[in-house]
């Protein structure tokens, strides 16, 4: 009955375009708004302490727990499952969704111009209330300069989980299928969409960025450089809400 009804659906001439179906397509876009779902109702630091009561006293840097929390779940939902269905699934090349040097050259060049750029902005973002309420994802994160290395640095592996999944997963999967200005569209929605929740310049601006940063991303064949600049403006901005 079930297989009726379904085959009574499709067969309707307004589904009638089944031919531009594309299974790969369909994985690339269910799995990543499944895992933004995943990251967004498991992998917030706010979730730490649900899961692991009894490490909210534990240790040293226990104050900063959460926010190593968020940047390992972030790392092995948005960055490590996509790559397991890369290579596992796809059967392809991670090179070709991004991880690789690509036109290092261009790459470096944006990079060097556009630093200056986001650390500026981070600056004047921290003088923004609902940045202030929102950064540093720990409070303990300025209990001292060791503190300060760790949950700087290791802001990094939630920018690479959150990289791959938007500008290489989903970028450069869609892009063959779906051409280039389609895909950079569809991953800027989506990487808007985990903004939800966040001060509302940010989730904005994300709009812009996800646009900006999927065009630089395809012309360098490489999300390396935009990942080292999602960093810098994210520890920019932490920084300077600390020694504001």
């Not at 589904?15 to 397509?25: G, L, N, R, T, V």
Request: hydrophobic residues 50%; charged residues 15%.
């Amino acid at each position: 009955m079930i297989n009726k009804l379904w085959k009574k659906i499709i067969d309707h001439p307004y589904m009638a375009d089944q031919e531009s179906f594309s299974i790969k397509s369909a994985v690339i876009i269910l799995t990543g708004t499944l895992l933004i779902c995943i990251y967004l109702y498991s992998g917030l630091a706010s979730y730490f302490h649900r899961f692991f009561p009894y490490l909210t006293d534990n240790g040293r840097f226990a104050s900063i727990y959460p926010s190593l929390y968020n940047y390992v779940f972030g790392l092995t939902a948005l960055g490590l499952i996509p790559a397991l269905i890369i290579k596992f699934g796809f059967r392809e090349r991670l090179g070709d969704y991004g991880v690789q040097l690509g036109d290092w050259r261009f790459g470096l060049l944006i990079l060097s111009s556009a630093a200056p750029l986001f650390i500026l902005l981070s600056y004047l973002s921290a003088r923004d209330p609902l940045f202030q309420a929102a950064y540093p994802l720990s409070a303990g994160s300025g209990d001292s300069w060791m503190h300060i290395l760790i949950h700087e640095g290791g802001y990094i592996f939630y920018y690479i989980g959150f990289e791959f999944l938007f500008r290489g997963f989903m970028l450069f999967g869609l892009r063959r299928e779906l051409g280039d200005w389609n895909a950079v569209l569809i991953q800027t929605m989506a990487s808007t969409l985990i903004h939800i929740g966040k001060p509302v310049g940010e989730t904005f601006s994300a709009i812009i960025g996800g646009i900006l940063f999927g065009i630089f991303v395809l012309r360098c064949r490489s999300i390396l450089y935009q990942l080292i600049l999602h960093w810098i403006l994210g520890v920019g901005l932490n920084l300077a809400l600390l020694f504001h």
